[in-house]
């Protein structure tokens, strides 16, 4: 949440804390490069930066700050922060502004911005221009501060690392010097949120996707495009089954469609134009224009329109778990998190009307069951509604119908007993939806799956059925993603597992580790055994002593070891011990084969 902060956060004592502490960096920045000129030094989510411009070194190059600045730049801050200057606001004039920041051209491009009255990235409102002063330093803001300096805990903060930024994010812009600072009431807060650092470090999908062999990008294939390694493979099928057996059980039926569709398609949906800046281009084909599917939609309403429905068939739900294709900004891809090709775990469902609140409140119901099984206990349902202003350029223009559809989506929440927030503005071109925000186990958050209520494409596809009354009517179409898609999911699974996935989702279940080479007959046993009944074993053949397989194997996160020695081998038992380096003892083969068949027939999330 960079960008869009919260006026919660913005009233809070933390926020006047890191606004305080970029003023000060800003002051020292200003004593140890006198030629620096100042950008903008926002709070952001869990600190403040500040930009500069430290002018251009001998190479012609945009002049950066060195390695040993930081710790000497924090230092003089503490000085400055013990000296407890208080924080004075003064209210000045757009000249008298332009005058004190005569040899600023950043903030002079600021107050020109102000003048005309642009509220701006740097948070500093139109005129009268207001200043705050500190100490000797005076910057062009709009506060809130603390009142003094010493408000902020001199070890309460750190400076965490330089960057380069585009002034006002523009490329065409001069490259600015970024310093990102942190800062919290405490040193233990400071302490903990080091920690929180560590860990997502350690977990990045990025990062553990490669050690397990997940998954790669490969730059000659393109940016966006993940390759799905064997391991990674394993995921995205396990996460399939889970899905299919769910739905089995709710009356969904799957379907297939192709990758892409004749313009005519998307411009009968309304993706087109709605949806185009999130499309690749068409392909021509002797003047007929095809597009990649960005969105399973429109394929699954001509499935609904291919013959005539009545009402005995409702609600008719087509499950598929299609590839689309984004055309997301190079600069927006990350990781798995953002691609631009993604499997989503992707179903509509056609209904009447009196039908959607209980369809709606299964989906919901849905939701919460993965969200049990995955160990997701904190997460947000925002009901995302359209804007007025927005009717017929970015939504369906049809003011009655989001009315009563947001009204149908906000009873039904509160008859299922779901916690919600409303937002307005963010809405699908096609009717309102339930997003869904959650966070990991180290606190990170994710916009993870929709369910949205679309009464656009029916009308656009002119979809009917036949009502009891003989009547033609018109369904509701429910679009529901629970687990969003299976990239940007398992992104989060990583992350949320740190790679320790529950043994029915791991790559390798179990490893088999034979004691010395004469025991490899038996360890081949073992696991074809176990193989035979579906589990994701292997046997450890190489040369390395047996410790160093072991530790391999938890390097791997396998959640077993079976090793097997002369004594398993006359008993017909395996040696049990886990990625946690728990040393089970032996147990028949029989036994383990019970065991973990039963964690992953009932997907239990323990070993
Ligand atoms: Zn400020
Ligand atoms: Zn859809």
């Known amino acids: 949440m960079l960008n869009g902060q919260d006026t919660a956060y913005e009233e809070s004592d933390l926020y006047r804390l890191r606004h305080t502490a970029a003023h000060v960096l800003a002051q020292v920045v200003l004593e140890l490069y006198p030629q620096a000129k100042l950008g903008i030094g926002p709070p952001i989510e869990s600190g403040f930066y500040y930009d500069f411009d430290l002018g251009i070194d001998e ?42 920041f005569s040899d600023q051209p950043y903030k002079l491009e600021l107050i020109e911005g102000l003048e005309q009255g642009d509220g701006d990235e740097s948070g500093e409102t139109a005129v009268p221009i207001t200043l705050y002063r500190h100490d000797n330093f005076e910057d062009l803001c709009r506060g809130p501060h603390v009142a003094h300096t010493g408000q902020i805990p001199l070890d309460g903060f750190k400076l965490m690392h330089t960057a380069a930024a585009y002034w006002r994010g523009d490329e065409k812009r001069p490259m600015l010097q970024r310093i990102y600072g942190t800062a919290w009431h405490s040193k233990k807060e400071l302490k903990q949120y080091l920690h929180l650092l560590e860990e997502a470090k350690k977990r990045d999908h990025r990062k553990l996707g490669r050690e397990l062999d997940l998954y790669v990008i490969d730059e000659e294939i393109g940016p966006g495009l993940p390759l799905w390694l064997p391991k990674g493979n394993v995921l995205r099928e396990e996460l399939e089954k889970l899905a299919r057996e769910v739905e089995d059980k709710a009356g969904y039926q799957r379907v297939s469609t192709p990758h892409i569709a004749k313009e005519a398609l998307y411009l009968h949906s309304g993706h087109l134009p709605y949806y185009a800046g999130d499309m690749y281009p068409p392909m021509d084909d002797e003047g007929t224009r ?120 906000r009873q039904a929440m509160k008859n299922a007993r779901v916690p919600f927030v409303e937002a307005e503005d ?124 072991i530790r391999q194997a938890q390097l791997q996160k396998i959640p077993y070891m079976l090793v097997v020695g002369d004594q398993e081998e006359s008993a017909g038992t395996v040696s049990v011990r886990t990625r946690l380096n728990e040393i089970r003892g032996s147990i028949s083969l029989a036994q383990f084969q019970a065991q973990i068949s039963d964690l992953v027939e009932n997907r239990l999330n323990y070993l």
């Not at 002049?63 to 606001?89: N, S, V, W, Y």
């Open 59 to 100: 190479q012609g190059q945009p002049r950066t700050f060195k390695p040993d600045d930081l710790p000497q730049l924090e230092k003089r801050m503490r000085q400055i922060i013990a000296g407890q200057h208080p924080l004075r606001c003064q209210e000045v004039t757009v000249d008298e502004a332009r005058q004190k």
């Open 290 to 409: 095809y597009y990649l599917k960005p969105m399973n939609c429109p394929f699954h309403h001509k499935i609904f329109a291919s013959r005539p429905r009545s009402y005995r068939e409702l609600p008719l739900r087509l499950a598929e778990y299609g590839m689309v294709y984004r055309y997301e900004q190079s600069g927006a891809l990350f990781g798995l998190m953002r691609v631009r090709a993604a499997q989503q775990n992707d179903a509509h469902i056609y209904c009447s009307e009196e039908q959607f609140e209980a369809e709606f409140i299964d989906v919901m119901d849905m939701y919460r069951a993965y969200f049990d099984l995955f160990g997701i206990d904190k997460y947000v349902m925002r009901l995302s509604k359209h804007s007025k202003d927005g009717l017929g350029k970015k939504y369906a223009d049809n003011e009655a119908m989001w009315l009563k559809t947001e009204e149908m989506v």
């Open 426 to 549: 963010e809405a699908a071109f096609y009717g309102p939806k339930i997003d869904v925000q959650i966070w990991s186990a180290i606190g990170r958050e994710f916009s993870l799956a929709t369910n949205q209520v679309d009464f656009a494409q029916p009308a656009n596809f002119d979809l009917v059925f036949v009502n009891e009354r003989g009547e033609a009517e018109r369904p509701l179409c429910i679009h529901r993603a629970p687990l969003g898609s299976h990239e940007r999911f398992i992104g989060f699974l990583i992350e949320h597992y740190a790679g320790n996935f529950p043994v029915w989702l791991a790559p390798v279940q179990a490893v088999v580790i034979p004691i010395t080479d004469k025991n490899l007959g038996y360890a081949r046993r073992v696991t074809a055994v176990l193989k035979a009944r579906g589990i994701r074993i292997e046997v450890n053949e190489g040369d390395e002593r047996m410790n160093k397989k």
